[in-house]
């Protein structure tokens, strides 16, 4: 591939999911001249079945913007059917947003596109924790998945540039507490309550959801930049008692706090895990806390971060004060990128 390489064909598979739709959305939206001639989607088959239901809305909105879709089953889909699709399409850029249930599916979609004649830049489903931060990020359940498929790109695919987008935690989901485990941290306006692991000081860096598009979009305009890397990207750096201050501040409350300590956090973990089981059987919840214990314990403060690498300035991202005020007005969940209710 020449170094001058610039994405054409862009797939986006995923795109519909959780943080898919914000980086779908961003993308479609990027200032002109666009990171992409083409942008289009990969989704399950039936997505416009019931047209009044939210995503058969949020796709019409998209293809209103130019979105082009394909679809298609990650599950039932072989390598050589995938291959076709990017051949067909002329893809020669992918980004996979599947979630923690088709994370499995990776491999098989790039060896297809490895052996494909149109591909030629891989974005894995990664846009989360640092899952190579220090010595003890192997060990960790969480990590299992995103390792696995390192180790596999690291074998087995010669051809293709791969660029893994490390965001860490959404600041956005971050605020939510956990149902049933709210000591794993989180705040509860309507009660006027935080919760916090540990003292509240250490700091944590977060994405918002929508920096996270504006960094996949910053990634495609920088190719020759990404090619081969884990980049790690933040919106801000805070502590669990700065966020706090800033609900004081902007709901003029003062919170009822609920600290945990971390070691408390870790003895839950070893219950959700099942880990004195012969034949363990985790609680679906395990996974958040876990990721919430390595945040507090610093597992997404590096040395410097990536924002340079991709010319992303700080006063383009959102601050801590505009998270705080999207969550106190419906926070993620309410979010409709643009389609009207
Ligand atoms: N940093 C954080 O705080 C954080 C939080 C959550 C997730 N993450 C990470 O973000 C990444 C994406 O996770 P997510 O939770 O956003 O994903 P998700 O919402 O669970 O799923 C993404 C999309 O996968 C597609 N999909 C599911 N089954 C499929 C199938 N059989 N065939 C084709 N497509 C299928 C669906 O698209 P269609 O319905 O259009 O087919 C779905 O919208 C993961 O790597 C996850 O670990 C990070």
């Known amino acids: 591939m020449s170094s001058d390489f610039k994405p054409t064909n862009v797939l986006i598979i995923g795109g519909t999911g959780t943080i898919g ?32 239901s939210q995503k058969a809305q949020l796709i019409k909105h998209w293809q209103s913007q130019g979105l082009n879709v394909v679809t298609g089953d990650v599950e039932s889909l072989d390598q050589a059917g995938f291959t076709k699709v990017f051949e067909d399409g002329k893809f020669d850029t992918v980004i996979s947003c599947l979630g923690r249930a088709t994370l499995k599916y990776q491999p098989k979609i790039i060896d297809a596109a490895e052996h494909s004649q149109s591909v030629q830049w891989f974005l894995p489903s990664e846009f989360g924790t640092d899952v190579a931060h220090n010595e003890k990020s192997a060990q960790e359940p969480t990590h299992v998945g995103k390792l696995a498929l390192r180790k596999h790109i690291r074998e087995k695919i010669q051809r293709l540039k791969v660029t893994y987008v490390v965001t860490g935690p959404y600041f956005d989901m971050w605020l939510y507490p956990t149902p049933g485990y709210e000591q794993a941290g989180g705040f509860v306006p309507a009660e006027k309550k935080a919760y916090i692991i540990g ?34 990207v933040q919106s801000f750096i805070v502590t669990p008692n700065e966020v706090l201050s800033e609900f004081q501040k902007q709901t003029g409350f003062d919170f009822e706090v609920i600290k945990t300590p971390l070691p408390e956090i870790e003895s839950l973990e070893d219950v959700l895990w099942d880990k004195k089981s012969d034949n363990p059987q985790p609680n679906p919840w395990a996974t958040l806390v876990t990721l919430r214990r390595i945040w507090a314990r610093g597992g997404t403060l590096y040395e410097k971060n990536d924002n340079e690498v991709l010319e992303v300035n700080q006063e383009d991202l959102d601050t801590l004060e505009e998270g705080v005020r999207r969550y106190l007005a419906g926070g993620y969940k309410g979010e409709t990128f643009g389609v009207k209710a």
């Open 21 to 52: 739709a914000y980086i779908t959305s961003s993308l479609l939206s990027a200032a002109t001249p666009k990171p992409y001639t083409t942008l289009s989607l990969f989704t399950r088959p039936g997505w416009d079945s019931n047209p009044s």
């Open 199 to 232: 003292d509240g000081e250490g700091k944590v860096g977060f994405c918002t959801m929508w920096d996270v598009g504006k960094f996949v979009t910053a990634t495609l305009r920088h190719p020759a930049q990404s090619f081969g890397k884990a980049l790690k």
